[in-house]
């Protein structure tokens, strides 16, 4: 190789290894230092190198690209208008590079360019089968073919060095992005040092990655504890069963973890959390180190305590109102309460509702039918029902009243039904009604009597009239004293006035007594 590009085989090396030994320090593309970029112009013997990224933008299903400089050296010092003049030409050339380095192409064009007469070498950056960056080299010293050939020959070994780191720093990405869409994450290596903190877990800690990432001594349990404790992925990793005691839940099944822990220290005043922890082997079958995943079910525990609480108060309700309770799902009995199946005398392991329908063979004669059609309705149907039916599988009959509601709750179809014995409701209902009957007999006997009274004083008086009058007459005629015609005529007309006024009140009394029967 010409002395005018490299001294010698050492030279190369230590280059070469400066190159590889940046590049293994440097985890993203936006990163890239000045000295990478002076270690590849030193290499080619250039006055300048530049590292490009090409970055692609998915489009109604094809892709649109863009380059963009990411880091440059430049040995020339001279005029502005000849740095710019290089500039130019180096975006001139990187445009008809994109042309030939087109990712449909791939990997049949992925091959280094040089352009003798420019004096510019382009080196693609590969990643799988797409274009991922260009490294520009500028200003080379080309004084023969033979150069031509080994400084091709050069480029495709930086090539396929940052091939390998484009691969690296791609899975990289592609393992972060997988653990950011995972829930709550973190990962202690086998030294117990945070190595994983995903952006899930940022949200429920408040705890940011890059102050985490590296942490040691068990600093993971600060967030959640408030203090440096041991954690489950310690725990795993170094077995501790007096901390293991500390958990609510704590279940080992080979090189999984199941627990469950309250966190006092987590934001919104503390929370409880379940959590799954495994150990990772690398490929020879070392301890790589713990990943745990955490899952806050704080609100999940308030409902189904809620949930619970409700629970009892309506079975406490029901037992203590007495009512028999059932709700199906469906077809299927879900749930009943002791009083449903003593008032129905039914075996508690019937579960479906066409096994319910035995009950009409207790059922009064007279109400067979018509409950039969509404059990129909009831289980059939799609509408709130009550009605009653008279019960005979016991001693005494007995008299039952049902409320049904359907719902449909997630496409499940749900028919609570509510039954209540109103034998004693009814018989205290019947009592009420016969006295009732007596009362309103009694007031008209008190009435009668009233009226009795007064139809005697509207008719005593007329009775003394008309007696003091025909005593009067009778006395004149056995005494043989002469009447005369006017004063016999006034006595007869006030006879006859009396007796008037005595029929009218039979009169009234008839038509009262016509009223009352109407």
């Known amino acids: 190789m010409s002395s005018e590009i490299i001294n010698s085989n050492h030279y190369i090396y230590q280059i070469i290894s ?43 299903g094809h892709y649109d690209y863009s380059f963009s400089e990411v880091s440059s050296w430049n040995k020339i010092t001279s005029a502005r208008g000849k740095k710019k003049l290089q500039n130019d030409m180096i975006s001139s050339f990187l445009g008809k590079s994109l042309s030939i380095f087109n990712h449909n192409n791939f990997p049949k064009t992925a091959e280094v360019q040089l352009f003798p007469l420019e004096r510019l070498l382009l080196i693609p950056i590969i990643l799988e089968s797409s274009l991922f960056g260009i490294i520009c080299v500028s200003h080379l010293n080309l004084a023969n073919d033979d150069m031509e050939q080994e400084i091709v020959s050069l480029a495709d070994i930086i090539k396929n060095i940052f091939k390998l780191w484009a691969e690296k720093i791609n899975k990289n990405h592609l393992f972060q992005s997988l653990i950011d869409f995972m829930p709550p994450t973190l990962g202690l290596n086998e030294k117990g040092e945070v190595n994983v903190w995903n952006k899930a877990m940022e949200h429920m800690t408040l705890a940011n990655r890059s102050d985490m990432l590296g942490k040691g001594e068990h600093e993971n349990g600060v967030p959640f504890y408030g203090y440096r404790r041991m954690t489950v992925p310690d725990l795993i990793l170094k077995p501790n069963t007096n901390w293991e005691r500390k958990y609510i839940e704590f279940k080992k099944e ?248 005595m029929s009218q009140v039979i009169l009234n009394i008839r038509n009262f007594s016509r009223e009352d029967k109407e």
């Not at 002076?38 to 692609?56: A, D, H, R, T």
């Not at 006395?475 to 007796?499: A, F, M, N, P, T």
């Open 254 to 501: 080979g090189d999984n973890v199941y627990s469950v822990a309250h966190c006092p220290c987590l934001p919104g005043g503390g929370a409880v959390i379940t959590c799954k922890t495994s150990i990772i082997y690398e490929l020879n079958g070392l301890v790589w180190g713990a990943i745990h995943t955490v899952r806050d079910i704080t609100r999940e525990l308030s409902i189904e305590n809620s949930l619970h609480v409700s629970e009892i108060m309506n079975r406490t309700i029901t037992d203590v109102v007495n009512i028999g309770v059932a709700t199906f799902k469906d077809d299927v009995l879900i749930y009943h309460n002791q009083r449903f199946d003593d008032l129905l005398g039914l075996n508690s392991l019937i579960t479906h509702k066409n096994d319910y329908y035995s009950i009409l063979d207790y059922v009064n004669p007279d109400d067979k039918e018509q409950t039969r059609s509404n059990f129909s309705r009831m289980f059939n149907g799609r509408d709130s029902m009550r009605f009653e039916f008279r019960f005979n599988k016991f001693d005494n009959e007995r008299c039952y009243r049902v409320y049904s509601h359907p719902d449909v709750i997630n496409k499940n179809y749900f028919l609570s039904i509510i039954i209540d014995d109103i034998t004693e409701q009814n018989l205290l209902a019947h009592k009420a009604k016969m006295n009732e009957i007596k009362l309103y007999h009694e007031d008209r006997l008190t009435a009668l009597g009233t009226m009795a009274a007064g139809v005697a004083h509207e008719l005593n008086q007329p009775l003394n009239t008309i007696l003091v009058a025909s005593d009067s007459l009778l006395y004149s005629l056995e005494h043989k004293i002469l009447i005369e015609q006017s004063e016999l005529r006034r006595s007869l007309e006030l006879i006859s006035g009396q007796v008037d006024r």
């Open 18 to 60: 400066n190159i590889s030994s940046l590049l293994s320090s440097i985890d993203s593309f936006d990163n890239i230092p000045l000295s990478l970029c002076q270690n590849i112009g030193e290499l080619f013997n250039s006055s300048s190198s530049s590292i490009n990224k090409i970055e692609y933008k998915r489009n109604n």
